[in-house]
């Protein structure tokens, strides 16, 4: 697939607000780094973001795990009102308030993490040559006069290093398999109906395997920075996962057992 070439428009909104600001907290990090490993910036960027985005992850997280725990709840409530939509509505309502759940709690951090990693992507698709420094903050300190993108070039290990601004496939695979690791991790972890269950298993499943194979295409066709994005973002994201799934429950247990009708 041929390199896919953009323009960036420095007074446009959106590369002020968002490619600008990441461009520079790269730079700064890659500037400050020993030895000027723009690998090690990736990283260390991606290790800041991910810690910005916790609170708001955690959350999603954490309603995850409810939605799972209070499943026998909300099928219960389903069919006891398989007839009427309406009570079933509210049944559910009811169940969501009583564990202080909100089934859209997941959608802001993961818009916030979409938006992210567009501009994330705009930063390695076109931001690792020497043009795009024109763009680094006249009050940066230290800015770099040149951008070096070769990944573990101080290792003095030819077969280690990588050119951060063209596709590897080696990277672009190890994108997919670490995708393929965060999917069986949080499979465990999703609510599954009763009713359609097996439907949405298998549809689980087919998206564990699928992702992995997408992501290994799209990364053998971008800038190998995207991988090592990836790589770094998922890993940091299967360790948050394993903190927040090992925390105490917050859902009441005498929902979970008694499967009580919704109040009126």
Same mark, same amino acid.
């Given at each position: 697939?041929?390199?896919?070439?953009?323009?960036? /428009?420095?007074?446009? =909104?959106?590369?002020?607000?968002?490619?600008?600001?990441?461009?520079? %907290?790269?730079?700064?990090?890659?500037?400050?780094?020993?030895?000027?490993?723009?690998?090690?910036?990736?990283?260390?960027?991606? =290790?800041?973001?991910?810690?910005?985005?916790?609170?708001?992850?955690?959350?999603?997280?954490?309603?995850?795990?409810?939605?799972?725990?209070?499943?026998?709840?909300?099928?219960?409530?389903?069919?006891?009102?398989?007839?009427?939509?309406?009570?079933?509505?509210?049944?559910?309502?009811?169940?969501?308030?009583?564990?202080?759940?909100?089934?859209?709690?997941?959608?802001?951090?993961?818009?916030?993490?979409?938006?992210?990693?567009?501009?994330?992507?705009?930063?390695?698709? @076109?931001?690792?040559?020497?043009?795009?420094?024109?763009?680094?903050?006249?009050?940066?300190?230290?800015?770099?006069?040149?951008? /070096? /993108?070769?990944?573990?070039?101080?290792?003095? %290990?030819?077969? =280690?290093?990588?050119?951060?601004?063209?596709?590897?496939?080696?990277?672009? %695979?190890?994108?997919?398999?670490?995708?393929?690791?965060?999917?069986?991790?949080?499979?465990?972890?999703?609510?599954?109906?009763?009713?359609?269950?097996?439907?949405?298993?298998?549809?689980?499943?087919?998206?564990?395997?699928? @992702?992995?194979?997408?992501? %290994?295409?799209?990364?053998?066709?971008?800038?190998?920075?995207?991988?090592?994005?990836?790589?770094?973002?998922?890993?940091?994201?299967?360790?948050?996962?394993?903190?927040?799934?090992?925390?105490?429950?917050?859902?009441?247990?005498?929902?979970?057992?008694?499967?009580?009708?919704?109040? /009126?």
């Amino acid at each position: 697939m041929p390199p896919i070439n953009f323009t960036l /428009n420095e007074n446009a =909104l959106i590369s002020k607000l968002l490619y600008q600001p990441l461009f520079n %907290v790269l730079i700064l990090l890659y500037a400050y780094i020993p030895g000027n490993d723009m690998g090690l910036a990736i990283i260390a960027l991606t =290790l800041i973001i991910r810690a910005i985005l916790y609170p708001s992850y955690l959350n999603m997280l954490k309603s995850q795990r409810a939605l799972k725990e209070i499943q026998p709840q909300i099928d219960h409530i389903r069919e006891l009102h398989k007839t009427d939509q309406t009570k079933q509505s509210q049944g559910l309502m009811q169940v969501y308030k009583d564990n202080k759940i909100s089934p859209f709690s997941s959608c802001l951090p993961m818009i916030l993490q979409l938006i992210i990693l567009w501009a994330l992507y705009r930063v390695f698709a @076109f931001g690792l040559t020497p043009d795009s420094l024109s763009f680094v903050y006249d009050w940066l300190p230290h800015a770099p006069t040149t951008i /070096n /993108n070769i990944f573990l070039a101080w290792t003095g %290990v030819s077969w =280690l290093t990588v050119d951060l601004a063209q596709p590897n496939i080696y990277l672009a %695979v190890i994108a997919g398999l670490s995708q393929l690791w965060q999917g069986w991790y949080m499979k465990k972890f999703q609510a599954i109906p009763k009713e359609g269950g097996g439907m949405m298993k298998l549809l689980t499943t087919q998206m564990i395997y699928l @992702f992995p194979v997408i992501t %290994v295409f799209i990364a053998m066709s971008l800038p190998s920075a995207l991988a090592l994005y990836w790589i770094a973002t998922t890993v940091f994201t299967v360790f948050q996962q394993y903190v927040a799934m090992r925390s105490p429950s917050t859902v009441p247990q005498r929902i979970i057992e008694h499967h009580e009708e919704p109040r /009126n």
